[in-house]
């Protein structure tokens, strides 16, 4: 995206020609990944003219002039269907815009689509029955997951479908496919940047975020993003840094925690080998890594998110359950039940729970510029597996691409995902880094450090 506005801006391409060259893209690709469930060809050509007539005139209209992109279909957008991936909002057409929306279009960023998601954002591993499990490009043959819930917003980045998307993170939902298709994922801090128009899952948990190829693009697209809005009580009244100069690649000095018990330990081998890499790349940086515990709080973050996550989804789900419940994928249904026999008792203890871990990342943070840890303990595993071995023992697929991501929604932290190496198979591992609250910039210098060293961002799946 930081290439593709460079090139615009200098009048080197026309934003009509970028945004051709992603729909035919689109269309000869997306029939075997389904990143989307909405393409919108004609409006985004509409707006690619219009953009290119502006550059011409010698108006900018934002960093972000003639630059296109996606979003995940839990967006609202005038005038085009948000379904989240359910076939009960298959033909919903909202009036107004998602804040973030609105926002990215002032900036000059121009929408291709909608994407591909797990039905209301309801699991990690990026599979729908109504639309199609999005296929993670690295792997086609062996179909393998994309990770969810912004399952389309991973694949569409990675396969270059689009140059940068938005997903939304309520356990790991931008973090977990980010990791698995190899691209860089923000979750900003809790509050940082306004759910308004945004479909929720969990209104406590619920964070949204760009995806895309480099920690520069984030910082591009979570420029104009971010601040406060009235339309969203959560959003902080904090002032918006200018993450852009943030990037100086200097990391020398920087205190960072790696985040071995728990995190590491409980991961593969391979995994823990590229993470390990990673933090001697960033020590061979001029970094200082030393490592942290905070396992004696993060085995308690799954008991905690699950009352808390049942109770807030069910809140918003149950007059649909009662009257469309048909219409609902059953495993979604299924889950979204489960909330009915969550007590506030339950819920009590884990949001208690929550305040114990939010400390406990609080208390490393304040001797750590930011932590490091895997993004998911395992590489992408076939569209059909239910267990897999990790570093720990066996688990269950969905509980193990969860594990290392839920804890910072918990807490609220910004945590990003960036490709920090690939397995014997081919397959992107990710690197999470996670930073003081509302210290975005942090991170995403550190990411930005580490891409500056590395290529591994850089790399592209072989696709047809």
Known sequence: MTELARLIATKA?????????????????DPGLKAYITVCPERA????RASEGALMAGQSLGPLHGVPYALKDLYDTAGIRTTGGSRIFAERVPQADATVAHRLGHAGAILLGKLNMVEFAYGPEGLNSHYGHSRNPWDRAAHRMAGGSSSGS????????????????????????????GITGLKPTYGRVSRSGVLPLAWSMDHVGPMTRSAADCALMLGPMAGYDAADPSTSVLPVPDYAAALNGDIKGLRIGLLRAFFLEGATPEVRSAVEAAAATLAGGGAVVDEVDLAAVMTHAAAASMPIVACEALAYHADLLRTRAAEYDPDIARRLRVGAFVGGMHYLRAQQVRALVRDAVDAALARHDVLLAPSTPI??????????????????????????TRPFNLSGHPACSLPCGFTAAGLPVGLQVVGRPFDEATVLRVADAFQRLTDFHARRPVLG
Do not use: K, N, Q, Y
Not at 13 to 29: F, M, N, Q
Not at 156 to 169: H, K, Q, Y
């Open 13 to 29: 391409v026309s934003p009509v020609e970028v945004v051709r060259v992603h729909l035919d893209r689109i269309a000869a690709l």
């Open 45 to 48: 050509l509409d707006v690619a």
């Open 154 to 181: 991973g694949v569409a980045v990675a396969a270059g479908l689009a140059p940068g998307a938005l997903g939304s993170d309520t356990g790991g939902s931008i973090r977990i496919p980010a990791s698995l298709c």
């Open 379 to 404: 590489a992408a595993p076939a569209l059909d597996a239910r267990e897999v071995s990790l570093g720990d023992g066996p688990a269950d697929v969905r509980s193990a691409l969860i594990r290392f």
